[in-house]
């Protein structure tokens, strides 16, 4: 009988838990990720992830980290030409408040250290007409590019690593479920709201305008035209006090741009900066925990 409990102890431990209690803490495994298929080194720029990717073969290239961004990323209209790549199709893309018709290019692999995604096709726009100087890239990774696996971000170390062996549960201790990529609950000042988190947003928070008077007190000030992916919008400037729990992360006096366009909470760049952010799309399971 002791044997027979000490193999299923162990067997639980190695899916993921048996019931409750067996649920791991979603912040130990965001900080301690099991045999990392990738471990690799970024550079932040107004706290935008940037990595080194290889397309074709080739490189490398300048890749942002996007949580925002669907598929499996994006490419400079620039690198059609700097790779003798065609155009070979048409999509749509929306930004929140505006939907884009699209151009799409095929790419036999595109390669991030020893993560490699095949025969894959990319939204391709000029983003450089936005993101210039130390800002500009020549491409986005978006959120399929980790689809079948734990991605963790750990803004500390300037680190991005991913595992297929470690795993996130919804039930994990501290961990945020989500149905729609990556929207997840959240509280500010205990009352509950949801919240995508998107780390190729350069500002701490976007609130609705019709969400302000719910998360703070704080008077607007105008703050100019916001640019979005596909429009601009007009936007006011505010101070969430909070607290504003997110997983197990506590943030206070944030930065919130504020807009009567956008739809959703956003929590951007600047807010997840201070996190190890893990991201398991296999269980729709996410963890935010301090540094």
């Known amino acids: 009988m002791q044997l027979t409990l000490k193999i299923v102890a162990s067997l639980c431990l190695a899916i993921g838990g048996c019931g409750t209690a067996w649920t791991k803490d979603a912040c130990e495994v965001a900080r301690h990720p099991a045999d990392p298929v990738i471990r690799l080194p970024f550079s932040t720029v107004d706290d935008r992830i940037y990595v080194e990717a ?37 999509t749509t893309t929306s930004d929140a408040v505006k939907t884009a018709e699209v151009k799409t290019t095929h790419l036999d692999s595109l390669t991030l250290g020893s993560l490699t995604r095949r025969d894959i096709d990319l939204i391709t726009r000029d983003y450089k007409k936005h993101a210039k100087g130390d800002a500009a890239f020549d491409g986005i990774l978006g ?30 201790s501290g961990a945020l479920p989500y149905e729609r990529a990556f929207r997840v609950p959240i509280r500010i000042h205990g ?3 949801e919240a995508h988190l998107d780390t190729g947003a350069n500002v701490g928070m976007v609130v609705p305008r019709a969400l302000w008077d719910s998360v703070s007190s704080a008077p607007l000030a105008q703050a100019g035209t916001g640019q979005l992916s596909n429009t601009k919008i007009d936007t006011a400037r ?24 956008f739809p959703e909470i956003l929590m951007g760049a600047h807010a997840l900066s201070s996190s190890i952010l893990a991201i398991d799309q296999r269980s729709r399971a996410i963890a935010v ?3």
């Not at 490398?60 to 994006?74: K, M, N, W, Y």
């Not at 959120?143 to 470690?166: C, N, T």
Request: hydrophobic share 40%.
């Open 238 to 261: 505010g101070v969430v006090a909070g607290p504003l729990q997110l997983g197990a992360m506590t943030l206070e006096n944030l930065d919130a741009r504020v807009s009567d366009r």
């Open 143 to 172: 959120r399929d590019f980790f689809a079948d696996g734990l991605v963790v971000i750990d803004y500390e170390r300037r680190q991005i690593e991913f595992s297929r062996a470690s795993h996130l549960a919804q039930d994990d």
């Open 289 to 291: 925990c301090p540094i």
């Open 54 to 90: 290889h397309i074709n073969g080739r490189g490398p290239f300048r890749f942002a980290v996007d949580t925002g961004a669907s598929g499996v990323g994006r490419l400079d209209t620039s690198m059609l030409s700097a790779l003798g790549l065609q155009t070979s199709g048409n």
């Open 191 to 193: 009352d509950p709201f």
